[in-house]
């Protein structure tokens, strides 16, 4: 048997271990590369009238306009850029629409409780549903190609699937488990400027990176860090919403840790900043980014829309 005093010893000794394998995975030290954020604008608080929201939980922006998932009211609320409600539209086919996406004049809506993908006009006109050939099972985020189809995060079928305009099955990358190409829970997808993909792979808490032909290139988060609640690089406490900037950058929705986090476009982290949630719940949900970097993020358990800016930036 050890004594205690050599046991203290190992002790103190694998402690120092695990803080330098900590910091080499770039997770113990928030050493930010760019300044935080800062909040410039909000508006919103909880009820069913205009601009008022009952669980906000995505974001679309045009260049003078933001549309926002109203969840539990079942609708789409739209305002311009200064926070003025202009219309809402959706109630009718809507159950809970999460992530959206807008391509050219049409807003594309996963409905996490219907199964489809809602198809809307930005006047809010609706056109149609697209469901999968072989079924959607509560959809979390979608991404439009240039050329017209669909990149779908199929939360609960465990998948990323690719789909025509008419819902046929293009290719899917399914699996679960925390290899290279599985998934748990997957929430949102969005498009890099090759035509490659990231995946916000929800409860993996991590992101997944694709090539245009859809090979896998890289991941980051867990499962080494994963649930990892706190002010950590790179680690994220449940990845809900990812989105790609002009210049390439990645920014991803660490909801438990209140967060959002900013990375290159090969993971490296930038920086983070988000609203830490007053009472229950927690807040940065889902996340849209402007040409200008200007970021957009739907504040869960806060029921508003936040505009965040680099620091100093007018």
């Given at each position: 048997m050890l004594k205690l005093g050599k046991w203290l010893g190992y002790s103190a000794v694998a402690i120092l271990i695990l803080v330098a394998i900590l910091v080499w995975a770039g997770g113990a030290v928030n050493w930010n590369q760019e300044p935080p954020y800062e909040l410039a604008q909000h508006w919103g608080e909880k009820g069913n009238g205009p601009a008022q929201f009952n669980d906000s939980t995505g974001i679309a922006i045009t260049a003078d306009a933001v549309f926002v998932a109203d969840a539990r009211n079942n609708r789409i609320q739209v305002f311009d850029k200064q926070g003025t409600f202009k219309r809402a539209f959706g109630n009718k086919v809507l159950g809970r629409p999460m992530n959206m996406a807008i391509a050219g004049d049409r807003l594309y809506v996963p409905d996490y409780f219907k199964d489809v993908i809602h198809v809307f006009t930005l006047d809010g006109e609706y056109r149609r549903a697209i469901a999968a050939e072989d079924g959607l099972n509560s959809p979390g985020g979608v991404a439009i190609r240039a050329n017209g189809t669909l990149l779908v995060a199929d939360t609960y079928a465990q998948r990323v699937v690719h789909l025509t305009p008419d819902g046929n099955v293009l290719k899917s990358w399914n699996g679960t488990g925390i290899g290279a190409g599985d998934f748990n829970y997957p929430t949102d997808v969005a498009i890099a400027a090759d035509g490659g993909f990231y995946v916000a792979d929800g409860y993996n808490d991590r992101v997944q990176q694709f090539g245009p032909a859809g090979?896998?290139?890289?991941?980051?988060?867990?499962?080494?860090?994963?649930?990892?609640?706190?002010?950590?690089?790179?680690?994220?406490?449940?990845?809900?919403?990812?989105?790609?900037?002009?210049?390439?950058?990645?920014?991803?929705?660490?909801?438990?840790?209140?967060?959002?986090?900013?990375?290159?476009?090969?993971?490296?982290?930038?920086?983070?900043?988000?609203?830490?949630?007053?009472?229950?719940?927690?807040?940065?949900?889902?996340?849209?980014?402007?040409?200008?970097?200007?970021?957009?993020?739907?504040?869960f358990a806060g029921n508003r829309v936040e505009m965040w800016r680099p620091a100093g930036k007018p």
């Open positions: 090979e896998f290139i890289r991941k980051w988060g867990g499962p080494f860090g994963a649930n990892i609640f706190g002010p950590f690089k790179g680690w994220f406490a449940t990845a809900t919403s990812i989105a790609v900037g002009a210049d390439g950058t990645v920014y991803v929705a660490d909801f438990y840790n209140d967060r959002i986090q900013k990375f290159t476009a090969e993971g490296s982290f930038l920086t983070a900043f988000g609203t830490l949630a007053q009472g229950p719940g927690h807040s940065e949900i889902a996340l849209a980014v402007d040409a200008d970097g200007t970021v957009w993020s739907a504040n």
